[in-house]
């Protein structure tokens, strides 16, 4: 029997979902949230992949085999002059996501002080974790 797939944890479900050329008739390149979310990660937030996996809660391993996947389908896009799409996959979103600025660990909004602030409502987490805080009723 396979194993089955672990949902990878995201911040936020990206405001944009295609990019279209000039060309309507263009063929489509299709990315999945999560190979997204390790671009936007790594790429623009400035996560190691070690780092990345870890707020996405899955291995490093698997981070890397996203990555790559994400970087071949977004440079074919560019190269071949293809349409992206972001869509699908296997993923949940983080359950403090209205709360966070996206750029978890980096303290980039000024709120996210490990735990300290009022929105994480004082529970110490790791630096990098500020997605996973659980609110207590």
Known sequence: MARPRKHKRI???PEIK???TKNKKADTVDITVE???AVRLIDYVGLTQQECAKQM???RSTITAIY???RYKISDSIVNSKQLKVDGGDFELCPNAKHCCGQCGKNRCGRCKHG???RCIGIFHEPGRECFVVQYN
Request: hydrophobic share 30%.
């Open 116 to 118: 300290t602030c009022d």
């Open 57 to 59: 809660q899955v291995a």
């Open 35 to 37: 190979e997204y979310e």
């Open 18 to 20: 295609d990019f279209n």
């Open 11 to 13: 911040c936020s479900v």
């Open 68 to 70: 790559d996947s994400a």
